[in-house]
């Protein structure tokens, strides 16, 4: 049996003594972003139309730069040095590798047929959507929770090897060939390797390698003190600056479908609900049974649940246009998703003393803020 990897000492289990403004209400800046983007979409629509006509294929610019802006911080307090250790963990890996590219996406193809027989195009979108395995905002919502920064960063590179690998044949299968089997009528799907690289090495690519750099330069030239108490404080504000403004893109840009097709938006939100909780607890539960601490189970379970939606819409747009029930239910996972998972911080946090407790302190409020411990 392959013996334990230590656990990081960055899954901070130490926190700032007093919380600024922004950390203590951090739910209510991102009910207010949203509010603020769908008024956005509800009274000036050509803000909506600016953002679609700012578009790089089918990348709004806005919302790529919102997501960059959001990963930077977070990369950059990553200890690269310390990633290796995890590569040999193999609970934690085996682990990730089960749940995001055998569970998951079984999941959200029981959930699409489940809740949506009568409505091919919204099920195909769905099942799209569950492919698609996150590799952008995860490191947020596992930074949130205080989870392994280490471990979600290798996470993530990983999926992000399998996505570009494995996207098109499990599209294939689910699309195609489950449902031949199953009896159930089929889809053909060509989906782009291009469109999917792209995805991959803009949203983490950019970001991995800016923070990356950061440390390997800030710690040689000025060590890792400077680098962990003076950098990292002055760069982690625009974390959380970086997540509203790209929920106001977000909303402001698809919120019009929400406001005129809420029934059908009703409809793809129920198994959407279901499957970032069910995927989570399931995470959760593997992680511990597993004998993985806190931060890696918890880093575990938002891999799990979370999903890489701008490839979901860049795929379904691409492959379907961009009027398609299939985009609009690629549309309506971040609207979805990005409420679903922050009040998932809160319950990875609740359970943390109860099923860990030993050596993790309660944590009722996280922060973007902090740094490496």
């Not at 919502?141 to 960063?153: K, M, P, T």
């Not at 294939?172 to 469109?195: E, H, I, K, M, N």
């Not at 970001?207 to 760069?235: C, D, K, M």
Request: proline content about 6%.
């Amino acid at each position: 049996m392959t013996s334990p990897a230590p656990v990081s000492t960055t899954a901070l289990s130490h926190q700032p003594p007093r919380l600024g403004l922004t950390d203590r209400f951090l739910p209510v800046w991102i009910v207010a972003a949203m509010g603020v983007g769908l008024l956005l979409a509800a009274f000036l629509p050509a803000v909506g139309d600016a953002l679609h006509a700012f578009s790089i294929g089918s990348v709004s610019v806005p919302i790529a730069i919102g997501l960059l802006v959001m990963m930077y911080p977070v990369l950059a307090k990553v200890r690269y040095s310390d990633t290796r250790a995890i590569a040999g963990d193999r609970r934690l890996l085996v682990s990730s590798l089960l749940l995001n590219w055998v569970l998951g996406p079984a999941l959200m193809f029981a959930l699409a047929w489940l809740f949506l027989p009568d409505l091919p195009e919204y099920r195909t979108g769905l099942i799209i959507v569950g492919l698609a395995r996150c590799i952008a905002m995860v490191l947020i919502w596992n930074d949130l929770a205080c989870g392994d920064r280490e471990a979600a960063a290798f996470l993530v590179a990983v999926n992000s090897v399998f996505q570009v690998v494995a996207f098109g044949a499990l599209g294939w299968f689910y699309l195609q060939v489950l449902p031949g089997w199953l009896g159930l009528p089929t889809t053909s799907a060509d989906f782009s390797f291009w469109a999917i690289t792209a995805s991959v090495l803009v949203f983490l690519g950019i970001p991995l390698l800016a923070g990356y750099l950061s440390r390997r330069i800030g710690e040689a030239r000025r060590g890792r003190t400077w680098y962990e108490a003076t950098f990292l404080p002055r760069v982690g504000p625009f974390a959380l600056y970086g997540l509203l403004f790209t929920i106001v893109m977000l909303f402001a840009l698809q919120g019009r479908q929400v406001i005129d097709a809420p029934f059908d938006v009703a409809r793809i939100a129920l198994p959407m609900l279901l499957y970032f909780a069910v995927m989570f607890l399931l995470g959760f539960a593997v992680g511990k049974i597993a004998g993985l601490a806190y931060e890696r189970s918890t880093t575990l379970a938002f891999t799990a649940a979370g999903n890489n939606f701008e490839l979901a819409i860049a795929v379904a747009i691409g492959t379907f246009g961009a009027t398609s029930g299939q985009a609009l239910a690629g549309i309506v996972g971040p609207l979805i998703e990005v409420p679903a998972l922050v009040a998932l911080v809160y319950v990875a946090l609740w359970l943390r003393p109860r099923l860990f407790p030993v050596g993790a302190a309660p944590t009722s409020t996280p922060a973007l803020h902090r740094t490496t411990s």
